[in-house]
C-alpha cells in the first residue's frame, strides 16, 4: 500500500504534462525569436563588431506583449518573431528591458500576430521537488521543444547577463541555446520562470528568472519608466565565531558585522561600519547572512532588499555599541566604480595618439569567459577587492593603447591607470578630458599609477591626432556621451 501511495503523486504530475490540450494551448503562445545584432568594441571603441544572427524563445502575455530574456535581444538592430503553428515571421520591437534581471518585453507591428493565440498567466514561486515543464526552440531543430524536470534549489545567483545577483530557480533540465527566454511552467499550465542560463561544467542543470523578479520588473515599469532593483551596498562579515559574538555583545541573537558601506549607496549615512545586522524587514539574519524561505530552505538576505522597488524605504534592526536599534531606509540602485555597460557605445577619446577610456566590465569581458586569469591583474583586483567609487575615484580612467607616432615615440605604456593631469586629480573619465582641453599650459604632463609620467606638447599633440585619425581610419577622435 505504501508503495502505490508513492506513485500516485508521480502519475498524476505526469498526466498533468501530458495534457494534449493544456499542451496545444501553451504552445500556441510560445514563439521563435530570430535576433540580427551588432556589438560595441571595446577594444576598438571606434568601431563597431561584425554583425550576428542567433534565436531565442519567447511567450505571449498580457497586453499583446512578449516576455524574454534580455540577451537574447541584446543589441539587437532587426528582430522577427514567429509561432509554432505558422511559418510566418512578423517585425518585433524591444519595449522594454532590464538587463539587470535578465528580462525583456517585445512588441510586434502586426497585431494579426496574434490571432490563435492567449495569453499566458504568471504563476507563484514553486517549492523544491515541484515538476516544470520547459518549452522553447533550442538549437538542432525546428519544431517547438518540451522538457520535464524539477526544482532543485531556490536561491540568489549571479545573473551573467548583468554580473548582478538576483533570485533564480535551478532546474535539473538542460537549457540550451535557442531555450533562452522560454516559458517554464508548472502542472497548471502557469508561468513559474523564464529560462536565461545554464551551468557549462554540469549536464542538464539550468536557471530560471523566477516570478517574483517577473512581477518586479513588470510593476516597475507600470508608471513607464524603468529604475530597476536595489542595492544595500553593505560588505558583511559572517558572526559565527564565539569570541566575535562575545566582543559585540550579541548575546544569543544572531546577525552579521558591517566592515563596509559604500559611498552613495542605499545605507551610506543610516549604518556604520561595526555595526550588527540583525533584521530586515522583521526578518532574522543567520550568522551566514541568510534568511528562512519558508519551505524553500534558506536564501541571501539581501533577496529582500532586492525585493523593493527603488526608492521603497525597507526596515533594518541592527545592533550598534549594544543597543538595538530600528531604522528605515529609503532603496537605492547599485553604486560601483568598474560599471558593466548596456544599450551605450564605449566611451573613448584620443590625445596625442594616446586612447583614453573608462574601466569597463565590458572591457574586462573582451578577454572571454576566462578574464579574471587574462586580463591585466590591476584591473581585476580593482573589481573583485574594491569596486566602489570614493571622494577620490568616480571613475577609473586608464591608457587602452597608443596609436604609434612621432608625437608619442618613445612611450609604451597601456593599460596604465592615470592619476593626475598638469596637477590636477583625476577622478572621472570628464575630468581627464576637460582638464587637457581646458589646460592654458604648453606641456600636458600626465602622471600614472606607479610614478611614470607621459610628456606632450598640446599643439603638436593635436595635429598628430589629425594625422593619426586619417592613417587609422577613425572618423572621430572621442566618443564622450
Same mark, same amino acid.
Given at each position: 500500500?505504501?508503495?502505490?501511495?508513492?506513485?500516485?503523486?508521480?502519475?498524476?504530475?505526469?498526466?498533468?504534462?501530458?495534457?494534449?490540450?493544456?499542451?496545444?494551448?501553451?504552445?500556441?503562445?510560445?514563439?521563435?525569436?530570430?535576433?540580427?545584432?551588432?556589438?560595441?568594441?571595446?577594444?576598438?571603441?571606434?568601431?563597431?563588431?561584425?554583425?550576428?544572427?542567433?534565436?531565442?524563445?519567447?511567450?505571449?502575455?498580457?497586453?499583446?506583449?512578449?516576455?524574454?530574456?534580455?540577451?537574447?535581444?541584446?543589441?539587437?538592430?532587426?528582430?522577427?518573431?514567429?509561432?509554432?503553428?505558422?511559418?510566418?515571421?512578423?517585425?518585433?520591437?524591444?519595449?522594454?528591458?532590464?538587463?539587470?534581471?535578465?528580462?525583456?518585453?517585445?512588441?510586434?507591428?502586426?497585431?494579426?500576430?496574434?490571432?490563435?493565440?492567449?495569453?499566458?498567466?504568471?504563476?507563484?514561486?514553486?517549492?523544491?521537488?515541484?515538476?516544470?515543464?520547459?518549452?522553447?526552440?533550442?538549437?538542432?531543430?525546428?519544431?517547438?521543444?518540451?522538457?520535464?524536470?524539477?526544482?532543485?534549489?531556490? *536561491?540568489?545567483?549571479?545573473?551573467?547577463?548583468?554580473?548582478?545577483?538576483?533570485?533564480?530557480?535551478?532546474?535539473?533540465?538542460?537549457?540550451?541555446?535557442?531555450?533562452?527566454?522560454?516559458?517554464?511552467?508548472?502542472?497548471?499550465?502557469?508561468?513559474?520562470?523564464?529560462?536565461?542560463?545554464?551551468?557549462?561544467?554540469?549536464?542538464?542543470?539550468?536557471?530560471?528568472?523566477?516570478?517574483?523578479?517577473?512581477?518586479?520588473?513588470?510593476?516597475?515599469?507600470?508608471?513607464?519608466?524603468?529604475?530597476?532593483?536595489?542595492?544595500?551596498?553593505?560588505?558583511?562579515?559572517?558572526? *559565527?565565531?564565539?569570541?566575535?559574538?562575545?566582543?559585540?555583545?550579541?548575546?544569543?541573537?544572531?546577525?552579521?558585522?558591517?566592515?563596509?558601506?559604500?559611498?552613495?549607496?542605499?545605507?551610506?549615512?543610516?549604518?556604520?561600519?561595526?555595526?550588527?545586522?540583525?533584521?530586515?524587514?522583521?526578518?532574522?539574519?543567520?550568522?551566514?547572512?541568510?534568511?528562512?524561505?519558508?519551505?524553500?530552505?534558506?536564501?541571501?538576505?539581501?533577496?529582500?532588499?532586492?525585493?523593493?522597488?527603488?526608492?521603497?524605504?525597507?526596515?533594518?534592526?541592527?545592533?550598534?555599541?549594544?543597543?538595538?536599534?530600528?531604522?528605515?531606509?529609503?532603496?537605492?540602485?547599485?553604486?560601483?566604480?568598474?560599471?558593466?555597460?548596456?544599450?551605450?557605445?564605449?566611451?573613448?577619446?584620443?590625445?596625442?595618439?594616446?586612447?583614453?577610456?573608462?574601466?569597463?566590465?565590458?572591457?574586462?569581458?573582451?578577454?572571454?569567459?576566462?578574464?579574471?586569469?587574462?586580463?591585466?591583474?590591476?584591473?581585476?583586483?580593482?573589481?573583485?577587492?574594491?569596486?566602489?567609487?570614493?571622494?577620490?575615484?568616480?571613475?577609473?580612467?586608464?591608457?587602452?593603447?597608443?596609436?604609434?607616432?612621432?608625437?608619442?615615440?618613445?612611450?609604451?605604456?597601456?593599460?596604465?591607470?592615470?592619476?593626475?593631469?598638469?596637477?590636477?586629480?583625476?577622478?572621472?573619465?570628464?575630468?581627464?578630458?576637460?582638464?587637457?582641453?581646458?589646460?592654458?599650459?604648453?606641456?600636458?604632463?600626465?602622471?600614472?599609477?606607479?610614478?611614470?609620467?607621459?610628456?606632450?606638447?598640446?599643439?603638436?599633440?593635436?595635429?598628430?591626432?589629425?594625422?593619426?585619425?586619417?592613417?587609422?581610419?577613425?572618423?572621430?577622435?572621442?566618443?564622450?556621451?
Amino acid at each position: 500500500m505504501r508503495f502505490f501511495f508513492l506513485l500516485i503523486p508521480l502519475f498524476l504530475m505526469a498526466q498533468s504534462f501530458h495534457d494534449s490540450d493544456k499542451i496545444k494551448n501553451i504552445s500556441a503562445s510560445v514563439v521563435k525569436i530570430f535576433t540580427v545584432s551588432v556589438r560595441p568594441n571595446y577594444y576598438q571603441p571606434w568601431q563597431m563588431r561584425a554583425q550576428k544572427s542567433s534565436t531565442g524563445s519567447g511567450v505571449i502575455i498580457n497586453n499583446k506583449l512578449i516576455l524574454t530574456a534580455a540577451h537574447v535581444v541584446s543589441n539587437d538592430v532587426f528582430l522577427e518573431i514567429k509561432k509554432s503553428s505558422n511559418t510566418k515571421k512578423f517585425i518585433a520591437h524591444v519595449k522594454w528591458i532590464s538587463h539587470e534581471a535578465d528580462l525583456a518585453l517585445l512588441e510586434v507591428e502586426d497585431e494579426s500576430f496574434f490571432e490563435g493565440t492567449r495569453p499566458l498567466k504568471l504563476g507563484k514561486l514553486p517549492h523544491r521537488q515541484d515538476g516544470v515543464a520547459v518549452y522553447g526552440y533550442p538549437q538542432g531543430g525546428n519544431e517547438i521543444s518540451i522538457t520535464q524536470g524539477i526544482i532543485s534549489r531556490i *536561491e540568489q545567483t549571479v545573473y551573467v547577463h548583468s554580473d548582478f545577483d538576483l533570485l533564480s530557480l535551478q532546474i535539473d533540465a538542460a537549457i540550451n541555446p535557442g531555450n533562452s527566454g522560454g516559458p517554464v511552467f508548472d502542472e497548471k499550465g502557469n508561468i513559474i520562470g523564464i529560462a536565461m542560463q545554464s551551468l557549462s561544467t554540469a549536464d542538464n542543470i539550468g536557471y530560471l528568472v523566477p516570478t517574483p523578479i517577473i512581477k518586479h520588473f513588470l510593476n516597475d515599469i507600470k508608471d513607464g519608466h524603468y529604475d530597476g532593483f536595489p542595492d544595500d551596498g553593505l560588505y558583511i562579515q559572517g558572526m *559565527e565565531n564565539k569570541t566575535l559574538k562575545e566582543h559585540y555583545k550579541m548575546k544569543d541573537r544572531t546577525g552579521v558585522l558591517i566592515t563596509h558601506i559604500v559611498p552613495g549607496s542605499s545605507t551610506d549615512g543610516y549604518l556604520k561600519k561595526d555595526d550588527i545586522l540583525l533584521e530586515i524587514d522583521k526578518q532574522v539574519l543567520s550568522d551566514d547572512a541568510t534568511i528562512k524561505m519558508q519551505e524553500n530552505g534558506r536564501v541571501a538576505a539581501n533577496y529582500l532588499i532586492r525585493a523593493h522597488h527603488i526608492n521603497e524605504n525597507f526596515n533594518v534592526s541592527i545592533l550598534r555599541k549594544g543597543k538595538e536599534i530600528s531604522i528605515d531606509i529609503p532603496s537605492k540602485s547599485m553604486v560601483t566604480l568598474i560599471p558593466f555597460e548596456h544599450d551605450k557605445l564605449p566611451k573613448y577619446y584620443i590625445f596625442g595618439g594616446i586612447v583614453f577610456m573608462p574601466l569597463t566590465k565590458n572591457y574586462l569581458y573582451e578577454w572571454g569567459r576566462n578574464w579574471v586569469q587574462k586580463a591585466p591583474i590591476r584591473f581585476v583586483d580593482i573589481t573583485k577587492n574594491g569596486n566602489f567609487p570614493s571622494s577620490e575615484h568616480k571613475e577609473m580612467v586608464f591608457i587602452q593603447s597608443i596609436l604609434a607616432d612621432r608625437e608619442n615615440a618613445g612611450y609604451q605604456f597601456s593599460h596604465a591607470l592615470v592619476t593626475q593631469i598638469n596637477g590636477v586629480k583625476i577622478d572621472s573619465f570628464q575630468t581627464l578630458v576637460q582638464t587637457i582641453e581646458d589646460t592654458k599650459d604648453k606641456e600636458v604632463r600626465i602622471w600614472l599609477q606607479g610614478g611614470s609620467q607621459i610628456i606632450l606638447n598640446k599643439k603638436e599633440a593635436k595635429i598628430a591626432n589629425t594625422r593619426l585619425l586619417k592613417r587609422y581610419g577613425i572618423k572621430d577622435s572621442s566618443y564622450l556621451q
